[in-house]
């Protein structure tokens, strides 16, 4: 779990690293939570990455609901952004990447051999908030071979090209962005995910809007896994019943944790907190 703090300083550390990073990249790898496709982008990331060729992820694509996903697909790609739906841990996601990659570039490359350069091998960056997956992607990208390909002049000083095959290369420094604080919502699904740290909300707040959340969206699977829950009651009332039917007495911080665990390992099924149409970005 990431422990940064992020002060303005960081945060403007923060961009001029991904900025000066991102002009040795063909395009630029952006890595969100499929669960909080907007949630758990960076408030200024469209600015930060400018006309950089960019390919989105929604990572943990395996514990999205999948029908979000797909529309979620169709949002970005009605936007003109190519989109990839992964799970990092899989070993067929260095493919999927890979073919995305080349899809993307595609054009470009194509232009590139008019010209009589044949360009092979495409170079990339993963940026995305903590939490996203950057370290898993790139690992599993770069394989267990690890093959360090090299200092590219430009790049800072220590930092190295990871081969994924021979068409991709791997920054192996991911841009770390700061997540967006300002909205209380966005703020609720980030620490329901485990995107932010727990001490940063109130659990038992965080509680409530994720019982409420999945009674209006997926209640099914709260009857299931809380026999006996009534959810024509408040989420308040739910609360008691259930710390006390579990047997936690008026332990209530221990019903916080283990709802809140269970619906980060996906206990509870898969499920979406950003919704197509709901919200805006605000970059
Ligand atoms: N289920 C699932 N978990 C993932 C996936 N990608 C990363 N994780 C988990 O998410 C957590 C954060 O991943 P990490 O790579 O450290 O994120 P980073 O902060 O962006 O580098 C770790 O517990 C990973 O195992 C994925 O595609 N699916
Ligand atoms: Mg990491």
Do not use: C
Not at 50 to 64: F, H, R, S, V
Not at 73 to 89: C, D, M, P, V, Y
Not at 225 to 250: N, Q, S, V, Y
């Amino acid at each position: 779990m990431a422990t940064i703090q992020w002060f303005p300083g960081h945060m403007s550390k923060a961009r001029r690293q991904v900025q000066e990073n991102i002009k040795h990249v063909d395009f630029v790898t952006i890595l969100v939570d499929a669960r909080l496709p907007l949630s758990s982008q960076n408030p200024m990331l469209t600015k930060i990455v400018g006309d950089k060729p960019k390919l989105l992820i929604l990572n943990k694509a395996d514990l999205a609901d999948s029908n979000r996903t797909k529309e979620w697909r169709k949002h970005f790609e009605s936007q003109g952004i190519k989109t990839l739906a992964i799970n990092s841990k899989e070993q067929a996601t260095v493919k999927l990447v890979t073919d995305a990659a080349k899809d993307l570039m595609k054009d470009k490359l194509a232009k590139l051999r008019e010209r009589g350069i044949q360009k092979e091998t495409l170079r990339t960056m993963i940026i995305g908030i903590p939490n996203a997956g950057k370290s898993t992607l790139m690992n599993r990208l770069a394989g267990k071979k690890i093959a360090v390909v090299g200092n590219k002049p430009g790049v800072t000083k220590g930092q190295q090209w990871l081969k994924s095959n021979k068409d991709l290369e791997i920054l192996d420094t991911p841009g770390i962005l700061w997540p967006k604080f300002e909205d209380q919502l966005v703020g609720l699904k980030l620490a329901l995910t485990g995107a932010i740290k727990d001490q940063l909300l109130p659990m038992d707040e965080v509680t409530i809007f994720g019982l409420n959340y999945f009674k209006t969206y997926y209640p099914d699977r709260l009857l299931e896994r809380f026999k006996g829950i009534d959810l024509e009651e408040e989420a308040p009332e739910i609360i008691m019943e259930m710390t006390r039917k579990l047997g936690f007495r008026d332990d209530y911080d221990r019903f916080y944790q283990l709802f809140v665990k269970e619906v980060r390992d996906g206990k509870l099924g898969r499920y979406t907190l950003d919704i197509v149409g709901e919200e805006d970005g605000n970059d």
